[in-house]
């Protein structure tokens, strides 16, 4: 049996992660790059590295909690799948907001080691599932396919994320009025 409670508070986690991932990423970057004036492509390479690292520390951090909880054998399965199956959503969360800043600061980020980086460790990630699919221009249809997922994926998980936070705000008052 799936412990359903479980399973939302790690995707409620998730949410919050990306949300917390992307905002904390673009302030760093706008103190940085706006701020103290630091070149974009130096302050991504300063930066990104970070961020994905304390992302995969979180994750793995949470897999672990999961697998040492005393929840059934699909339960923790189905996290480890899900852990698997959004982690390039998760980090893209952080290159997003790089990618942000780059725009609002008319900065090309191509140029920083650390965004080629990301792009080409995903691109050997998705390469081999693309390459059984066909031919070379499908690759740069699902780099964008993917970007538009992660992208998607994690503005919905932190919508839901702040949609739970303030939800008791909008509604608690009407049902206390109602019972009384």
């Known amino acids: 049996m799936i412990a359903k409670r479980h399973l939302r508070r790690r995707l409620s986690q998730y949410g919050a992660l990306w ?9 760093v970057m706008a103190a940085m790059v706006f701020g103290v004036r630091m070149p974009l492509a130096d302050t991504a390479d300063l930066v990104l590295p970070i961020a994905l690292a304390l992302l995969g520390l979180a994750v793995i951090a949470g897999v672990g909690i ?9 339960t923790k399965s189905l996290i ?13 969360a952080p ?17 920083s080691t650390a965004y080629a980086q990301f792009r080409i460790t995903v691109s050997h990630l998705i390469y081999p599932l693309v390459a059984m699919l066909g031919e070379d ?36 008052d009407d049902e206390e009025t109602a019972e009384a």
Request: charged share 5%; hydrophobic share 65%.
């Open 19 to 27: 949300l917390a991932s992307f905002v904390v990423t673009l302030f």
């Open 66 to 74: 999961t697998l040492a909880n005393d929840v059934s054998l699909s």
């Open 137 to 172: 221009p499908l690759v740069g249809f699902v780099w964008q396919a993917f970007q538009v997922v992660a992208s998607v994926v994690g503005a919905v998980a932190s919508i839901l994320q702040v949609w739970r936070v303030i939800k008791p705000f909008l509604y608690g």
């Open 95 to 111: 290159v997003l907001a790089v990618i942000v800043t780059a725009a609002v600061d008319g900065a090309s980020v191509e140029y």
């Open 80 to 92: 480890t799948a899900l852990a698997l199956l959004l982690i390039l959503p998760l980090l893209w």
